[in-house]
């Protein structure tokens, strides 16, 4: 008697619904459009400590991340670029929540934020992550997980500069792994 098995794929939930009824998932929805269209710390700092540039060729998407690091704290973080709107709505998330805490703090933040984008149900639920827990939907499709990543893979990059970085400090370092043409000037097309 097969006639009661569920359909396939994956399991059918209901939507949690807002107080005022509407879907979390088209609330989520509206959230990363805001973000897509009204990007936060979009831009570029007279004297970033470090600079991240990296190219997500599956989609086409880049970022330019500075930050300003100063006492083991991020002090300001701005980001620059294009793409599909999951990889700027989560930058602009990204900077939202990243801008003042503490190095340690950050590093929870790009863990718990890689959790989340592996479909963790209890990093869905911290707090700590602000708006970019609208984008727990991106967990279900592979693909766009690299577009929601590619900030955050530019963020701990930024830290892992920093931490070798010059004695003096001021150091501007450019990775750029795949994509952009090497080259003497390095602005981004915006
Ligand atoms: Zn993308």
């Avoid at 704290?73 to 602009?92: E, L, N, T």
């Amino acid at each position: 008697m097969t006639s009661s098995s569920p359909p396939p794929g994956p399991p059918a939930r209901r939507s949690a619904a807002s107080p005022a009824g509407a879907p979390l998932s088209s609330l989520y929805q509206e959230l990363i459009l805001d973000h897509y269209r009204r990007p936060r710390n979009r831009g570029g700092l007279e004297q970033p400590s470090v600079r991240v540039t990296l190219h997500n060729p599956v989609c086409g998407d880049e970022i330019d991340l500075q930050l300003a690091i100063a006492a083991d704290r991020v002090g300001s973080i701005r980001f620059a670029g294009h793409g599909c709107s999951i990889s700027q709505a989560s930058a602009s998330m990204m900077t939202q929540q990243a801008g003042g805490r503490t190095l340690p703090e950050i590093r929870e933040l790009i863990d718990l934020f890689t959790e989340l984008m592996h479909g963790s149900a209890p990093a869905a639920a911290d707090r700590r992550l602000g708006d970019l827990r609208a984008l727990q939907g991106v967990a279900r499709f592979p693909v766009r997980i690299k577009c929601a990543l590619l900030p955050w893979d530019a963020l701990a990059e930024a830290l892992r500069t920093h931490e070798a970085g010059s004695p003096d400090g001021g150091k501007i370092a450019v990775l750029d792994p795949e994509g952009l043409p090497e080259g003497e000037d390095r602005d981004l097309p915006l």
